[in-house]
């Protein structure tokens, strides 16, 4: 079942290209959408739920098309904008009953809808105070009860953690989660920060200047590649073993790095030959011993010989998993769409 489906979808404002040819498939569950500041992310948002018409190509939201069925969209789908937009002088209470209104529920039911999202976000105890007060995290709050209030069956979730410190960035993404095994919404949320997604979204899109870099389940970014973490003894032969078996593998022509602990991480190939624009239906062909599963087979042997020609003792060897911040910091090394934005693809903390 597909939730979000773009076809070829552009953007143009004069002299931005915001969106280039987005083709992607977004299923159920929580799904995030990651670029640096000026990727696109918000463009999409808007053009999804109706708010914006595309230049190119067309959306669907829940199987209805964006730019004919926007309305019946917006009744479906919770939307929690990036930017301030609470008035100050307005209780949580009242500002998430006018928007429960809005969605067309009548007052009773807007009441209870509203005591029960603000509960579900944390914010029970405080919602007769006025806004202005609020701290940022309680403001974000908010803004996600405001989205949630109507029992949508899907929310779009532009940027919740932003201004958050660490503490309140868990507790807002551990919410985001909720939204979803909880009640069984489906949950777009964009960041600019890929570490945080890793642990909160099913699936990840990340976009770059408008272009689809890559969409693919979580576990398959990390699966992929890593890197061979090998500790080895020293030998009278090789006072440091360590720095002797970094060299040889450096001469074999291996990157390898050293950290802490005499521990050398090898970096090993990727085990695809190029970034899977959207997941594919058809399974991986057989690894083959030429093919680039061969090449992290090939770089597990030649580390054990050569720890064996070196004479020294091996302590361990075992693969490790990249985390996504550490794929896209060598995805954007060699940026697969270099044009005229500035920044990095994505801050990858
Ligand atoms: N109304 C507009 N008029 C002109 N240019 C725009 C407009 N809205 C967005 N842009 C430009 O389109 C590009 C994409 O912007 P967008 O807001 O979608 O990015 P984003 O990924 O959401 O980043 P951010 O998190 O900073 O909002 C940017 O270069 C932005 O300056």
Redesign the pocket.
Known sequence: MTVIETHSLSKR??G?T?LDRLTVDIGPGVTGLV?A????????IKILLGLAPASEGSTRVLGRDSASDGSAIRERVGYMP?HDCLPPDVSATEFVVHMARMSGLPRTAARERTADTLRHVGLYEERYRPMGGYSTGMKQRVKLAQALVHDPELVLLD?PTNGLDPAGRDEMLGLIRRVHTDFGISVLV?S?LLGELERTCDHIVVIDG?KLLRSQATTGFTADIGSLAVEVTDSDAHPNGTAALREALTAAGLTVAEEPGRLLLVELPEPTASPAPTDRPDPRPEPSATGPAGGIRDAHDLVRDTVADLGLGLVRMEQRRHRIAEVFQQRSATPAAPDERKGAPADAR
């Open positions: 404002y004069p931005v915001a670029g500041n000026g990727a696109g992310k918000s463009t999409l990036e940027e964009t600019h408008g």
